[in-house]
């Protein structure tokens, strides 16, 4: 892919999972990659798997790093890194703030740091790993919905700003992928996301499309936008469908 050939593109969050695979799949593309993941062992395993540069550390703070890493340029720049966050409305203060930090803020302070460069050439491409959550919800864990509902609306208004000037974001938003975060989403990832779950490789190949057809949002599962279309144009009836899934995952035991 033209697009992708010779890039610099930092992926967070790539110590498995999607992060990995869209990894792979930009050094495969002819891209210069840079993977970051907070635990600094799995992030030296990618990056000598593929022959990429490895970064470890909070995504919050990456980019600098990644940047000198890439000899001063970074053209795409992935937002992978996110946390599962289960729990209601009474989760811990310290649990909203971080799938805040993480879900959102993240992508806010990388963005601060890369856009006056970007705009200055004229060109640039974030990439946000969101979940169909983001467009959705999702049962059993209200600040995972919310942040990434929040991590959705910063996408959507990096775009809508910025487009004009060469600036290009996609917002990739899949429902079950196999991971350990879908591990970790539990019994309401068994109910909700396990029967459909895809392969993180098969998300880094819904970008990539994506990526060749100038769309914002990436759609791993297709129904996403059937459903999409039904919580905006009928909120009530979808509301509704979705309690009863709620009242499904506490009848059998949440």
Request: a negative charge.
């Amino acid at each position: 892919m033209s697009t992708v050939q010779g890039a610099n593109v930092v992926v967070t969050g790539a110590g498995g999972g999607i992060g990995a695979a869209l990894a792979r799949r930009f050094v495969a593309e002819g891209a210069r990659v840079v993977v970051n993941d907070i635990d600094p062992g799995r992030t030296k395993a990618v990056a000598d798997e593929i022959g990429a540069t490895a970064v470890p550390g909070d995504a919050s703070a990456v980019v600098e790093e990644a940047r000198d890493a890439l000899g001063g340029t970074v053209d795409i720049y992935c937002a992978n890194a996110g946390l599962a966050s289960p729990g209601d409305a009474f989760a811990d203060e310290d649990v909203w703030a971080a799938a805040w930090d993480v879900n959102v803020m993240a992508h806010v302070r990388a963005v601060r740091t890369l856009l006056p460069d970007w705009l200055e050439r004229g060109s640039g491409r974030f990439v946000s790993t969101v979940s169909a959550a983001g467009l959705l919800t999702m049962i059993g864990a209200a600040p995972y919905s919310v942040t990434k509902h929040g991590a959705v609306a910063f996408a959507e208004w990096l775009s809508l700003t910025y487009r004009h000037r060469g600036l290009k974001v996609h917002a990739i938003c899949p429902q079950g992928v196999r991971t350990d975060m879908l591990t970790a989403a539990g019994s309401a990832g068994e109910l909700v996301l396990g029967p459909t779950a895809i392969e993180p490789e098969d998300v880094a190949d819904a970008l990539f499309e994506g990526i060749e057809a100038d769309r914002f949002l990436i759609l791993p599962h297709r129904e996403v936008a059937g459903y999409y279309q039904a919580r905006a144009t009928d909120a009530d009836r979808w509301l509704s469908g979705m309690n009863h899934i709620q009242q499904k995952w506490e009848g059998a035991g949440a």
